[in-house]
Nanobody, 126 residues
């Protein structure tokens, strides 16, 4: 059974940092893109960042550009999201996503991802 388990969320003051981790089990995703999305109550899921299979190509949403960095460690089957200069508007549940499709690029559309984690809450206080 494939599982994605996020960790690292929590409460932080504006301007602070958090590092989210997403550990995959049940299969490897070393040749597939992975991504982070987020969602707040009453809003649609929002793309945050994506990374290709080897980490050589990444994409950030405009809202987090220059503040968030996505990375991966294929030896650990884990993807990370380093979040710096956090703002109250970054408050959301953050989800990790993965696909079994072998691809050299990344995907920014949630519908292209098959596997999702349970989410981790990030709350940024002003």
């Amino acid at each position: 059974q494939v599982q994605l388990v996020e960790s690292g969320g929590g409460l932080v003051q504006a301007g602070g940092s958090l590092r989210l981790s997403c550990a995959a089990s049940g299969r490897t995703f070393n040749d597939s893109p992975m991504a982070w999305f987020r969602q707040t109550p009453g809003k649609e899921r929002e793309f945050v960042a994506a990374i290709n299979w080897n980490g050589g190509s990444t994409k950030n949403a405009d809202s987090v550009k220059g503040r968030f960095t996505i990375s991966r460690d294929n030896a650990k089957n884990t993807v990370y999201l380093q979040m710096n200069s956090l703002k109250p508007e970054d408050t959301a549940v953050y989800y990790c996503a993965a696909t079994s499709v072998v691809s050299g690029t990344y995907y920014t559309e949630g519908g292209l991802y098959t596997y999702w984690g349970q989410g981790t809450q990030v709350t940024v206080s002003s």
